[in-house]
Nanobody, 123 residues
Framework: VQLQASGGGLVQPGGSLRLSCAAS????????MGWFRQAPGKERESLAA????????DYVDSVKGRFTISRDNAKSTVYLQMNSLKPEDTAVYYC?????????????????WGQGTLVTVSS
């Protein structure tokens, strides 16, 4: 699976962005998808995950109620809607695909990774 993340950019605090991750190469609907981020000098952080069908999602506490993960299997794309953005959300955001198909996985369970898209939250 090849993953191409897009949608990052500069946004003011309190603003919104929607990230997209387009997949190609294999059957997208077989894979669970996750979004991660890595800020400078920090470890990669799991943010959100969605199972193969889109029926189950999971979020880290720091983004619950602000971020929403969704997928469109017909378009082989996963999205991350980010609202109420804060300066501490500044990071490179990555999407990833896991053959296990379910949520509740760690980074090591993801088989394919996108190249990352930079999100900067600043006034």
């Amino acid at each position: 699976v090849q993953l191409q993340a897009s949608g990052g950019g500069l946004v003011q605090p309190g603003g919104s962005l929607r990230l997209s991750c387009a997949a190609s190469g294999r059957t997208f609907s077989n894979y669970a998808m996750g979004w991660f981020r890595q800020a400078p000098g920090k470890e990669r952080e799991s943010l959100a995950a969605i199972n193969w069908s889109g029926g189950t999602t999971d979020y880290v506490d720091s983004v619950k109620g602000r971020f929403t993960i969704s997928r469109d299997n017909a378009k082989s794309t996963v999205y991350l809607q980010m609202n109420s953005l804060k300066p501490e959300d500044t990071a490179v955001y990555y999407c990833a695909a896991s053959r296990f198909g379910r949520v509740g996985l760690g980074p090591a369970d993801y088989d394919y990774w996108g190249q990352g898209t930079l999100v900067t939250v600043s006034s």
